[in-house]
């Protein structure tokens, strides 16, 4: 019915578009694969990869208001130790994009769903 191959690339792409930018230049990647593709399964790729991006901006935001406010309030002594979480953060995001980039390959008729994320659409 659908083409495997074109199915993958565009599904692979709307995942791993998080990696060009974490500006919001790269949400258009997805948001334009979901208007221009008929496939099912590409565009279920690319809404859970727009949710995702969300996710993303959502809990970097709050963590760098935590991180500034201890910043601020320690005058700087904790910004060794706050480049921790920082950093967990960057592994933990690009972890689970290369796990989504890697199961739609794999298995090209399904839909990846990240674990815990919020759904906006």
Not at 49 to 60: A, C, E, P, Q
Request: charged share 10%.
């Amino acid at each position: 019915m659908y083409d495997t191959d074109k199915r993958k690339l565009l599904s692979a792409l709307s995942h791993g578009a998080i990696f060009f930018s974490t500006l919001f230049v790269s949400i258009g990647v997805p948001i334009a694969i979901l208007f221009v593709s008929e496939d099912p399964v590409v565009k279920e790729n690319a809404k859970e990869s727009i949710n995702f991006h969300f996710n993303v901006w959502l809990w970097g935001g709050i963590l760098g208001a935590i991180i500034a406010l201890l910043l601020f309030i320690s005058f700087g002594l904790l910004s060794i130790v706050l480049w921790i979480p920082v950093v967990l953060g960057y592994l933990l995001h690009w972890g689970l994009t290369i796990w989504a980039i890697i199961n739609v390959l794999g298995d090209p008729n399904k839909s990846f769903r990240y674990p815990l994320i919020f759904r906006l659409i």
